[in-house]
Every structure is written in structure tokens, then in C-alpha cells.
């Protein structure tokens, strides 16, 4: 497709797309094949069809924005999860009383009798 050029509109025969036959209108980009179909005459693509094309081969830039939105989104409701578990969490270690004391640190008996016999 290196011959295609863009024109502001079809000028030369039949003057419609090639593939829809829409006419020129506001709403559309109009495209020369610089191709001459033998009694058809210019090979024209409008936007429309162009754009259902990239459609077919998945390279409409508008469907890959509105999936990488969905994808984003999916993330981001992982991540109010995430931040709903952290918040629980947080309220869990609230609860503990980290202040009082849990009991003294009772020495083991190998210790024990290590000082013990250190002492007499
Ligand atoms: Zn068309």
C-alpha cells in the first residue's frame, strides 16, 4: 500500500469508496489507492472502511485504549481488595495490646543450671 495517499476528497471517478460506495461526507477521511479499475474507475477508501479494517486486524488505537481501560480497571479493583485486606489487617494489630507485658522470659533449664554451676 505505498501508493496510498490522502486526498481531501474523491475527485476522480466514481468519486465514492471503493468498498462502502459512501460519497464524500464531513464525518470522513478520504484515501487514493492510485488505483484505476478498468471501467470502475478510482480505487478510493474512505475512513469508515478503513477503520473496520484495522477493526478485522485488531489495530483500532480506540479498541486498544478502552482495553487497556478494562485492564486498568481490573487492576485497580485488585487493588482496592488488596487495600481492604491491608485495612483489616491493620485493624487486627490495632486490637493487640502490645503494651502490656506478655510474661517474663523464663531462662531454659541448660541455661539454668549453667548458671548455677557458675555461681558455686
Ligand atoms: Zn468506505
Known sequence: MGGV???DYPVMSPGTCFICTGGPSPDRRWFDTLIDVWKKGRFYICSMCVENLADLLDLNPNQQLVDKIEQMEVENERGKRA???LSSLR???GALD???PVGE???TEGIK???ESASK
Do not use: N, Q, T
Request: aromatic content about 6%; proline content about 6%.
Open 5 to 7: 495517499i490522502e486526498v
Open 105 to 107: 522470659v523464663v531462662p
Open 83 to 85: 487495600l481492604a485486606v
Open 91 to 93: 485493624v487486627d494489630f
Open 98 to 100: 502490645l503494651d502490656s
Open 113 to 115: 543450671g549453667a548458671k
